[in-house]
Every structure is written in C-alpha cells, then in structure tokens.
C-alpha cells in the first residue's frame, strides 16, 4: 500500500519484509489491480 501512495519505494518495501525487490513490485502491481477490479476476488 505504501508504495501505491508513494510513501515508501518498492525497494523500502523489499527490505522491510525481506523480499526482492521484484516480488514487491508484483504486490503493488496486483494491487492497483484489484483496485480498478481487474482481478476478481474469490
């Protein structure tokens, strides 16, 4: 979430939840996603 608001950069992000930096990117992705209601949810 943080990321999507520009609060924090994908790579804060990956360090804080010890991730690579490219995994964060895809949760932000999919996020923005489900906002606009590309991805329906189950």
Do not use: C, L, N
Request: net charge positive.
């Amino acid at each position: 979430m943080d990321a999507i608001r520009d609060i924090k950069t994908v790579t804060e992000i990956a360090q804080e939840f010890g991730v690579h930096p490219t995994q964060a990117g895809h949760w932000t992705t999919i996020h923005r996603m489900r906002r606009r209601k590309y991805i329906v949810y189950s």
